[in-house]
T-cell receptor, first 112, second 119 residues
Framework: GNSVTQMEGPVTLSEEAFLTINCTYTATGYPSLFWYVQYPGEGLQLLLKATKADDKGSNKGFEATYRKETTSFHLEKGSVQVSDSAVYFCALSVRDTDKLIFGTGTRLQVFP | NAGVMQNPRHLVRRRGQEARLRCSPMKGHSHVYWYRQLPEEGLKFMVYLQKENIIDESGMPKERFSAEFPKEGPSILRIQQVVRGDSAAYFC?????????????????FGPGTRLTVL
């Protein structure tokens, strides 16, 4: 079956620290991979995506590379800001319907 | 261009009552997805609909839950005889279409969610 596993939080960092949130997946076929961000009290926003192996998704300083050999899609940012504090969800989509399968989410807390 | 709209934003029901959650997709979008987020958990897919059709309901509980997306009007997620375990945030997402292709993806745009509390 299809599933996503991501590191548990919370992740607590000081401003300007380096961020890594690990994500691995299990899937049949060739899924697309995503990172979504959820700010308190809001819905999900697409942060970045990659649709095939070795693609790198990037947005707002965040990056993630689709690694087929390790079935991973780790999220990284070189220098986090307080405003990055949110819950981050790794997800994959099933090709035929595009329905999304999410990890459990990782809460990031950035302190000044 | 308005985004995905959901209402109500907050809904309180007593056990045994019915809950109706509404989702208006983005203009021009004919594909709607419903997801449920239980406290401290990720989102779980419930159902995928196109206008007047249920395409995939593999995530819907077998009883008490139903969904529709009529030709006119919003998509409705209906929960009959609610129980405390139904308390969750319910998110709707819409997309232009499902890609069905290996090399492309049609982005799903999420609404702000409806937070259901069952007393």
């Amino acid at each position: 079956g299809n599933s996503v596993t991501q590191m548990e939080g919370p992740v607590t960092l000081s401003e300007e620290a380096f961020l890594t949130i690990n994500c691995t997946y299990t899937a049949t076929g060739y899924p697309s991979l995503f990172w979504y961000v959820q700010y308190p009290g809001e819905g999900l926003q697409l942060l970045l995506k990659a649709t095939k192996a070795d693609d790198k998704g990037s947005n707002k300083g965040f990056e993630a590379t689709y690694r087929k050999e390790t079935t991973s899609f780790h999220l990284e940012k070189g220098s986090v800001q307080v405003s990055d504090s949110a819950v981050y969800f790794c997800a994959l989509s099933v090709r035929d319907t595009d329905k999304l399968i999410f990890g459990t989410g990782t809460r990031l807390q950035v302190f000044p | 261009n308005a985004g995905v709209m959901q209402n109500p934003r907050h809904l309180v029901r007593r056990r045994g009552q019915e809950a109706r959650l509404r989702c208006s997709p983005m203009k021009g979008h004919s594909h709607v997805y419903w997801y449920r987020q239980l406290p401290e958990e990720g989102l779980k897919f419930m159902v995928y609909l196109q206008k007047e059709n249920i395409i995939d309901e593999s995530g819907m509980p077998k009883e008490r839950f139903s969904a529709e997306f009529p030709k006119e009007g919003p998509s409705i997620l209906r929960i009959q005889q609610v129980v405390r375990g139904d308390s969750a945030a319910y998110f709707c997402a819409s997309s232009l279409r499902a890609s069905g292709r290996v090399d492309s993806y049609n982005e799903q745009f999420f609404g702000p969610g409806t937070r259901l509390t069952v007393l």
